[in-house]
C-alpha cells in the first residue's frame, strides 16, 4: 500500500486557487517517505461494505492542538499494522456533511489502548497474510487532515488510477510465480503422468496468463499515455481479478491434492487472488464504479 497512499499526493493535482497548504503538506509527506517512514491504509470500517464515503468514525478540531484533529471509530484492514508509521483513514468532520481524509501517526504507538488506539483483532485472513491487516478502534485520537477540505473524493479519483495499477502489478506477480511453480510440477513428472485433463487445463492456463498481461499492459498503457485513465485501470483490475482466481483454481487442479498443504504455496496464492476482487474494493462497489465511469465515456464502437 504504501506507493499506493503516496499516489493521494505524488498523483493528485494541486487545488485551483492557493496550494500553499497543499504543496507544504506534499513535501512534509514526502520527506518523512525519504526519512524511512512507510505509509499505509486502515479506512476501511465494519457494515461499510468498503466504500470510504460511508464511514461512521467522526473527526473533532483539537483545542490543544491548532489545526488538529482527534478521530474516533472502528477500522479493520489497517494493511502493515506494526510496520507503517502513518495511516491514512476517512472520517466525519464535526459540523460538515461530508467524509474527509486524515493521517494518523502510528510509528511506536502503543495498542492497549493507552494512546486511544485499541488493537480489536489481529490479522487472520486466508488471503494476503503477509499484510498484518489488523482491525483497530480508535477514541480521541490525534490525526491531520489532508490540506484539501472539501475534496475527498477529488483527492481519491485524482489519483487517475494509478493506485489500481500497483494492486494490480502484486497480483501479476502472483499468477507469474504460480505458473512457474506449476510448470516446474510438470516438467517434473514422467510424460506418461501429464494426463489429458492436466494438458488441457495447463493450456487453458497458459491462455488466461497471456490475457492477464495483456489486460496489466493495456492499464498501464492508457495510464502512460493520458496520466489519467481510471476507466481503462479498473476495467483492467476487474478482468484481472476474474481471470486471476480462474487460472489458480486450474493450476491446483493440475498440482492435486497436495495443493491444500500448507506447505504449498498455491492454496495461499489462490487466496491472495481471490482478494482482488473480495476487499480492494468489493465486487459489487468496484462493479458500480466502473457503471459510472461508462456512463461517460464516448459512445461503444466496435474496435476495427
Given at each position: 500500500m504504501h506507493p499506493g497512499v503516496l499516489a493521494f499526493w505524488r498523483d493528485t493535482g494541486s487545488p485551483k486557487g492557493d496550494a500553499t497548504a497543499w504543496e507544504a503538506q506534499k513535501r512534509l509527506v514526502f520527506e518523512t517517505t525519504l526519512a524511512g517512514a512507510w505509509w499505509g491504509t486502515i479506512t476501511s470500517e465494519p457494515g461499510s461494505g468498503g466504500?470510504?464515503?460511508?464511514?461512521?468514525?467522526?473527526?473533532?478540531?483539537?483545542?490543544?492542538?491548532?489545526?488538529?484533529?482527534?478521530?474516533?471509530?472502528?477500522?479493520?484492514?489497517?494493511?502493515?499494522?506494526?510496520?507503517?508509521?502513518?495511516?491514512?483513514?476517512?472520517?466525519?468532520?464535526?459540523?460538515?456533511?461530508?467524509?474527509?481524509?486524515?493521517?494518523?501517526?502510528?510509528?511506536?504507538?502503543?495498542?492497549?489502548?493507552?494512546?486511544?488506539?485499541?488493537?480489536?483483532a489481529e490479522w487472520d485472513?486466508?488471503?494476503?497474510?503477509?499484510?498484518?491487516?489488523?482491525?483497530?478502534?480508535?477514541?480521541?485520537?490525534?490525526?491531520?487532515?489532508?490540506?484539501?477540505?472539501?475534496?475527498?473524493?477529488?483527492?481519491?479519483?485524482g489519483t487517475g488510477g494509478s493506485t489500481t495499477m500497483f494492486q494490480v502489478a502484486v497480483i501479476l506477480g502472483v499468477t507469474d510465480a504460480a505458473m512457474a511453480h506449476v510448470q516446474r510440477l510438470l516438467r517434473a513428472r514422467e510424460a506418461a503422468a501429464v494426463t489429458a485433463f492436466d494438458k488441457v487445463e495447463w493450456v487453458a492456463a497458459e491462455r488466461e496468463a497471456w490475457l492477464i498481461r495483456q489486460a496489466y499492459e493495456a492499464g498501464l498503457r492508457a495510464l502512460e499515455r493520458h496520466g489519467r485513465a481510471r476507466r481503462e485501470t479498473s476495467m483492467a483490475k476487474a478482468s484481472i481479478a476474474l481471470l486471476a482466481e480462474s487460472l489458480l483454481t486450474r493450476l491446483c487442479r493440475i498440482a492435486g491434492g497436495g495443493a491444500y498443504a500448507r506447505r504449498s504455496p498455491l492454496g495461499h496464492w489462490f487466496e491472495d487472488v481471490r482478494a482482488m476482487g473480495f476487499l480492494r474494493p468489493p465486487?459489487?462497489?468496484?462493479?458500480?464504479?466502473?457503471?459510472?465511469?461508462?456512463?461517460?465515456?464516448?459512445?461503444?464502437q466496435a474496435p476495427v
Open positions: 466504500d470510504v464515503g460511508r464511514t461512521r468514525a467522526s473527526a473533532r478540531p483539537d483545542p490543544g492542538a491548532p489545526g488538529g484533529w482527534r478521530v474516533t471509530g472502528e477500522k479493520h484492514f489497517g494493511s502493515g499494522s506494526g510496520v507503517t508509521s502513518y495511516m491514512i483513514t476517512t472520517a466525519l468532520p464535526e459540523g460538515e456533511a461530508e467524509p474527509a481524509w486524515f493521517f494518523l501517526a502510528v510509528h511506536g504507538v502503543a495498542w492497549d489502548g493507552s494512546t486511544g488506539m485499541t488493537l480489536r485472513g486466508f488471503g494476503m497474510a503477509a499484510t498484518d491487516s489488523h482491525a483497530f478502534a480508535f477514541r480521541d485520537f490525534p490525526a491531520t487532515r489532508f490540506a484539501w477540505p472539501g475534496h475527498w473524493r477529488e483527492v481519491i479519483e465486487w459489487s462497489l468496484a462493479l458500480e464504479g466502473l457503471y459510472a465511469l461508462g456512463r461517460d465515456a464516448e459512445p461503444y
